[in-house]
Structures are given as C-alpha cells and as structure tokens.
C-alpha cells in the first residue's frame, strides 16, 4: 500500500477543495471499515478504498462526482453496508461515498410527505414515524443499521408482504439524485398521484446504485393500521405451505407480515428466546384493519385456511408480551446461530411460484445437498413465507480459510439462482446484479442484459459510480 501513498495525499488535497477535510478520511482502518460487508471471507487489498468521503448535501456530492470523472476514479456508494448480494464491497481501489452524514428529516404533514436524507436510519424514522400515528413501509431484518438510501436504492422487501401493501418504494413518490457526471435531477411528484409513463424515480429507487446518488427521498405518510397477531405451528413444512397456498387461493386478505421458521431454525429462536420446544414449523403472521375488530376479522380469515392443514395449533395470540417472544425468536435468527454456534452465517434467497409451493419448500430445505463444499454444513430455513421468499442459510466454518468461504459463498448463489430458474422467482430483496448477475443473465437474456449496459454507459459512461456491480462479483 505504501507505494500508493502519494496518490492517496493527491486525492486528499483536492477533495478538500470540495468538502471540509474532517469529512475525508485517508485512516486505512476507517477505509477498511468502510469496504467491509456481510460476506464471512476477509477483505482483499485491491478493494481497501484509497478515501472515505462524508458529503452532507447535492452539491458535495456533485463536486465529488466531477472530480471522479475527470481523475476516472471509481467512487462506491456506502449505506450501512449490509447488502447482502455483494453490492456494498468496492470492487477496487476507489473513493467511498460514505452517507450517513445525509440523514436531514422533513414530515410534511400538511403534504401528506416526508423527505429525508439517505443517511437517515430506517429504524430511527420508523419510531419517529409510529409516534404520529404512520406506518412506515420498510421493514428489513437490518433496519436497526439499515440506511433509507440503501433500502431504497435496492427496494428492500424485508418483512412485508407485497399482495398486501404493495413494494417499499411504491411509496416513494420522487428523489433528488446526484448523477455520475456531477448534474443534480429531482424526479417524481409532490402530489398524491404518481406520475404515468416514464417516471424517473424508477431509474434510483430500485436501480441498484448503478446511475446516480441519491441524497434526497420523498416518501407518502401512510396512516397506521391496528393489528392482530397470529401463530401457528405445522408437523411438516409440506402442511405449512398448503395452508400458504390455501390463504391466497381462499381469497383471504393477505397478512401484512408472515414469517416462517423451519423446526430446526424455530429450535434456536425459541431457545434463545425461553419458549418451550416447538414441534414443528412455525408461522407468525400480522393481519390489519382499521380496527381492532376488523384486523382480528381478518386473522381469524388467515387461520381459518391454515386450520384447514390440521396444525398442531393455530391461534390469534393477544398477550403482547407472548407476540414479542414470538417475533423475537423469528426476527434475528441469523445472528443467533452466529451467536451460538461461533461461525458465519450466509442465507441464499429462493422465490418460489404460489402453484409449486409445497415441492419448492421442501427442495429448499435440501438446499446444499449433494454440493460441493457446503453438502455437509448445517442448513438453517426461515422466511417470508407471505411473499413466498424463503432465506436457506448455511453456517460457514469461521477457520476456513478466505478462499474456501468465498467458494462455498459463490456455490451457495449458485445453487440460489438454479431454484429461482426452476420456480420462477428471482431476488425479491437484496438487489439484482453483483452475485446475481450470471442469474440476471439466464433469466432475462442476453439482450435483457445489453439493455442494462446500454443504459449505464450512456449516463454513466467513464463507469465511475459503483463500478463492478452490474459486471458481477469478482
Ligand atoms: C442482519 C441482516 C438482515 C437483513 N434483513 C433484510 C431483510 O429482511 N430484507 C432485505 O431485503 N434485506 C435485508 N438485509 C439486507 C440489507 O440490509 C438491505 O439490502 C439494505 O437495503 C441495505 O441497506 P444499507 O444501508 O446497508 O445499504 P448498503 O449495503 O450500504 O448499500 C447497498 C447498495 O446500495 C447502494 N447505495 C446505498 N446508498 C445509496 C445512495 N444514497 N444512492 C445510490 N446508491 C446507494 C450501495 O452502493 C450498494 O450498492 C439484511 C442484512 C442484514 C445484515
């Protein structure tokens, strides 16, 4: 690295003229901070960023952009860095654009809007939020780290149910966006109808990081709903996917959440959580209304399907505090098998048609068998059993060296992407390129793939900004 020392002192210097130096860092443990991501293996020496830049509006950003684009220096976007198909490393040396400086919050509640920076927390706004009586549509696993221009950026699904609401930035109706060569573009509207035809917007939330930075999000308030909760417990997972299969083909309404927990993975959550052994495969679920009535109306719709299975039980569960252990035995299971067990945890994501449901939930749970390296590691299975997405996760042996984590981690994606063809469904969270551009490709075909690299090189055509992630992982 010390032969790159000049460099990085040059980069320095003339980012200075562009934001204050306390906001550029040239620390190498701040800049290996800020490549790292939730994948197990280590980070390698051509992906440590030359600096780390802290922009706190458009116009910083816009200069830092020009800058790139004159010195052709890739610049790579930084949330929290919890993407979890391989978005957030840098592919190479490069300037990170770390946002969490962005993070300004405006609720227009006479315009029914809210406009914040992409630095701002989900979980943060989410409180801030249901203290005025909103519902706020992001709910990812991750939201106590999770930035909005993250979730945004990759439409994050997370807990909700999509035939219920709808996806997350089917709320967001416009950005402000920064793009490569340094112009600075709204999009969208500040009325309650979206716009028909071409809308912008689309090109940013939900476009992978790959044509502008995002440093403003304008988001509709949406009135909350009251709940009720469910639970249910399956001998088998092939009587837990009928009863998802019956809600849908039953005509109920579609819960607002709904979880599941294989026996395996419901063993450890309600371990942790001081629940007595479950039986089975669990099923939490969250129906609403605009009463209390009306959402329990709609629950006991849910369980009249699932009861229909012959569940071991199947109820509305009132007591708050039983629903927070239940929930809480679902919501951080990857961390505790990572807490019990000691090694790294690595989910794959598999969308499976309504039709097949029952033999994709059972060819999931066999996930690694039969493949190289990771045959042998204990499989793991929960989900979003509501958006039919199901997360099968391995733990990956902590003393395996970098390059046999980094196999098992490209098997494991591999094995995804053969699913996702077979059933139907592709990444419904966590992006659509990086680790999934070989599926991206097989799924929707060359020329759907030359459209992606048409469209990138005309707005970005140095290839500056977040340069790597539609190529693929490396
Ligand atoms: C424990 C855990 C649980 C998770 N649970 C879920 C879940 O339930 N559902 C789910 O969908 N995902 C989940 N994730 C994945 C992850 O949290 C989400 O993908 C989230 O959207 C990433 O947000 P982030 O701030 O970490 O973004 P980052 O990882 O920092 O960035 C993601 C991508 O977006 C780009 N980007 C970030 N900000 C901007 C911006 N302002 N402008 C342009 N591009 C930008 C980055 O360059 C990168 O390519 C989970 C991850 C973890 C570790």
Not at 178 to 205: Q, S, W
Not at 299 to 316: G, T
């Amino acid at each position: 690295m010390s032969s790159a020392q000049p460099d990085i002192q040059h980069i320095a210097d003339a980012l200075q003229e562009i934001l204050p130096r306390e906001f550029i860092s040239t620390n190498r443990f701040e800049r290996i901070a800020n490549a790292l991501h939730p994948f197990p293996f280590d980070i390698e020496e051509q992906q440590v960023p030359y600096a780390v830049v802290m922009p706190s509006n458009a116009q910083e950003v816009s200069g830092i952009l020009k800058y790139a684009n004159k010195e052709k220096i890739p610049v790579f976007v930084r949330g929290s860095g919890t993407q979890l198909a391989g978005s957030s490393r840098p592919h190479t040396h490069g300037i990170v654009l770390n946002v969490h400086r962005m993070n300004q919050l405006e609720i227009h509640e006479d315009y029914g809007f809210l406009e914040c920076g992409p630095g701002c927390v989900v979980a943060k706004l989410d409180n801030i939020l249901a203290a005025r009586g909103y519902f706020f549509p992001f709910h990812p696993g991750s939201r106590l780290i999770a930035n909005m221009g993250g979730v945004v950026t990759n439409n994050t699904s997370g807990h909700i149910v999509d035939a219920s609401v709808g996806k997350p930035n089917d709320y967001v109706m416009g950005v402000q966006a920064v793009l490569p060569n340094g112009d600075i573009i709204e999009t969208g509207t500040k009325g309650m109808r979206r716009p028909a035809g071409t809308d912008l917007t689309k090109f940013f939330a939900g476009g992978d990081g790959l044509l502008g930075v995002i440093t403003s999000i304008r988001i509709r308030l949406l009135p909350a709903f009251k709940r009720a909760h469910g639970f249910a417990m399956f001998r088998d997972l092939k009587s837990l996917a009928r009863g998802v299969q019956r809600v849908y083909r039953e005509k109920r309404p579609v819960p607002l959440l709904m979880e599941f927990m294989e026996n395996a993975a419901a063993k450890i959550g309600f371990e942790i959580k001081g629940l007595p052994e479950p039986q089975g495969s669990a099923i939490f679920f969250v129906s609403v209304g605009a009463t209390e009535e009306e959402a329990s109306g709609r629950l006991k719709l849910v369980l009249s399907s699932f009861k229909a299975e012959n569940p071991l039980e199947a109820y509305e569960v009132t007591d708050m505090g039983d629903w927070e252990k239940l929930w809480g035995a679902r919501e951080v299971i990857g961390s505790f098998l990572m807490q019990k067990t000691g090694h790294q945890w690595k989910a794959a994501e598999i969308v499976c048609n309504l039709k097949d449901l029952v033999e994709g939930i059972e060819e999931v749970k066999n996930f690694n068998k039969g493949r190289p390296l990771i045959d042998d590691l204990p499989l793991y299975l929960y989900g979003h059993i509501g958006a039919l997405t199901m997360h099968p996760g391995i733990l990956i042996p902590s003393d395996w060296d970098s390059e046999k984590q980094k196999k098992a981690n490209a098997e494991l994606f591999k094995r995804e992407a053969e699913l996702n063809l077979k059933y139907g469904g592709c990444g419904g969270e966590w992006g659509q390129f990086s680790m999934r551009k070989d599926f991206f490709v097989r799924r929707y075909g060359e020329a759907g793939y030359a459209l992606m690299r048409t469209i990138k090189q005309a707005v970005d055509p140095n290839n500056i900004l977040n340069p790597g992630i539609l190529e693929g992982y490396r």
